[in-house]
């Protein structure tokens, strides 16, 4: 068991927050919704995992780079 | 009576050669479930087919000879689907399948009778590096570069790769070098062990973060797929050869249509969201462009605001550039940039016609990006487009912002151009574009500020375009797979049966 970061790669504001700790959650599935750039951008898992914590809410602006969740791998 | 000729040496040779680095290393392999070199021969080629070259080589040390059956490499020609290849399957059990003076000789050959006959080359890799102690010292070094064309890529074949252990020296240099290379997950590939590593920087390394699959396949891009088993990556270097020619003289096979494959377009609208704001994954677009299940996506994990895939339309083979707005919201980034540039050099290369679907808001800007380079790759891949002679088709699903709808084939930049009707031709966002024209922000004057969004919208639709033949034609969402199947056959190149000239064939093997 591994844990890693997912981090978003574009800077914008949380506008939905699509699961929580202990989820399971395959690849490329959506963790959260981002607005930026005129569009709601999806932060995907890397890989199949469990969500560890979700470090984001929604309304919070966020940088690219920025820790969204941890996952369990 | 003629006396019987003897043959006994000859077979005795040839059983010890055949096998290979012994019982004992060939039982370790089989617990572990993975191939040995010449099980991964039978996997790959159609069955009886392999003619090995150089079954009877060996070191040319002669204090090491009865311990390298053929050298550790072996080599040879052979068929998949009935179409010849040429391959190097590295025997790890024989001294870790290091490169040596010998086994440097039988690669130099089948690669030369590759170029020559009009063979892809394929190469099993599985390395420990250069042979010790052959290379060290002054006199090693006179055993090295006696191939002055060893790294010589020039794309007359497809070169493919498959990485299925440690992969070091020549495994690794060879992959670099290659149209296509496919990873087993647990393999590594790197210039130097982690052992090596360690030693020499005193940097303690684990294997997988030196050379692993997620490395490679999602930062570095130098894997297109990783796969779980030797069978399945010995499969995917099958799939991708049967998209291309043998040699870069003849137009790629086509292949029959499969049963249903107009059937999946009729549905497409239920993947694209009629919201501007909303994303979508542009692969379900082109699964129901494509010839049913024959897309065959390159980097799916490396700069993934950008698909990058091959398939066939009409049983053509076709190389499709998409921008995916479920990534990034499209938006191109450096990654994005040197996978489309490393696409369009191999589809030229070896005559496939590339359509480009643009979905995008443009390059992505940021430090991150500028520090990397940005706008050098931006035009290494425009010297790229503007060189390339196959067929090139754009379409424009969405949005095509910027100076990246260049780089997407706009203008004079493709043979043809449609958009659908919703396109969108922006220099920027539109609600953007009345900031910064008109200075009017949402939060003070909302009312004037949806009149002016209105306004500077209408002005990027498709029709101003057509009317002045900048794009060929306004096509609904439906009819894309029938109007690439017209355009596709009206693009022929006739005169030169589909072979374009082949400028970008020289340039680099990574960006």
């Known amino acids: 068991m591994a844990i890693i970061s997912i981090n978003s790669d574009i800077t914008g504001t949380v506008w939905k927050v699509l699961v929580k700790p202990g989820d399971s959650v395959e690849e490329d599935q959506e963790l959260i919704i981002l607005e930026s750039m005129k569009m709601e951008i999806p932060v995907t898992a890397s890989e199949a995992a469990i969500v560890q914590e979700v470090c984001v809410t929604e309304g919070q602006a966020i940088s690219e780079g920025d820790v969204v969740a941890t996952l369990e791998v | ?511």
Not at chain 2, 109 to 132: D, F, K, T
């Open chain 2, 1 to 511: 009576m003629s006396q019987k000729p003897d043959y006994t040496e000859l077979q005795q040779r040839r059983a010890k050669a055949l096998a290979m680095g012994g019982e004992e290393r060939l039982a370790k392999r089989r617990a572990q479930n993975i191939l040995n070199a010449r099980e991964r021969l039978s996997h790959l080629l159609d069955a009886g087919s392999f003619h090995e070259s150089g079954l009877l080589a060996a070191s040319y040390r002669p204090a090491a000879r009865d311990k390298t059956p053929a050298d550790g490499k072996i080599a040879g020609f052979g068929k998949i689907d009935g179409r010849p290849v040429a391959v190097v399957s590295n025997d790890f059990t024989v001294l870790g399948a290091s490169s040596s003076v010998v086994n440097g000789k039988k690669i130099k050959h089948i690669r030369s009778v590759a170029n020559e006959s009009g063979m892809p080359l394929i190469l099993l890799g599985e390395s420990a590096g250069a042979r010790m102690p052959d290379r060290m010292g002054a006199e090693g070094r006179a055993i090295l570069g006696q191939d002055p064309a060893e790294y010589l890529r020039d794309r007359r074949t497809p070169w493919v790769s498959a990485l299925l252990g440690s992969c070091y020296g020549s495994s690794t240099w060879y992959s670099c070098l290659s149209d296509f290379a496919v990873m087993r997950k647990g393999a590594t590939m790197a210039v130097a062990s982690s052992r090596v590593t360690e030693l020499a920087i005193k940097q303690s390394v684990d294997p997988e973060d030196l050379g692993g699959w997620k490395l490679h396949t999602g930062t570095t891009g130098l894997v297109d797929v990783a796969v779980d088993t030797d069978e399945e990556a010995l499969e995917m270097v099958k799939r991708f050869l049967s998209y291309l020619p043998s040699h870069n003289g003849e137009a790629p096979p086509i292949a029959a249509v499969p049963a249903g494959s107009d059937d999946a377009i009729k549905d497409i609208l239920d993947v694209v969201p009629q919201s501007r704001t909303k994303t979508y994954d542009s692969r379900e677009v082109i699964r129901r462009i494509l010839d049913k299940d024959t897309m065959f996506e390159l980097k799916p994990r490396f700069g993934k605001s950008l698909v990058t895939t091959l398939g066939r339309i009409d049983g053509k083979s076709v190389g499709i550039i998409a921008n995916n707005p479920k990534f990034k919201g499209g938006s191109i980034d450096v990654d994005a940039c040197a996978k489309a540039t490393s696409f369009l050099v191999m589809c030229d290369s070896f005559n496939v016609p590339l359509i480009f679907l643009a979905d995008q808001p443009g390059f992505l800007i940021g430090i991150d990006g500028e520090k990397r380079g940005a706008p050098g790759r931006i035009m290494n891949w425009m010297n790229a487009i503007t060189q390339v002679t196959v067929p090139k088709i754009t379409i424009t699903l969405r949005k095509n912002y910027g100076q990246a709808y260049l780089n997407m084939g706009g203008g004079r930049n493709s043979n043809e151009s449609a958009a659908w009707p919703e396109a969108d031709y922006g220099f920027m966002d539109a609600g953007t574009a009345v900031n910064v024209l008109h200075g009017v922000r949402y939060e003070d004057e909302p009312e004037r500020f949806k009149q002016l969004v209105e306004s500077v919208t209408q002005d990027n639709a498709p029709w101003a375009l057509a009317a002045l033949y900048e794009i060929q034609d306004v096509i609904a969402p439906h009819e894309t797979r029938d109007y690439l199947k017209a355009l596709l056959a009206i693009h022929s190149r006739a005169p030169s049966r589909g072979i374009g000239q082949h400028r970008l064939a020289n340039w680099p093997t990574s960006y």
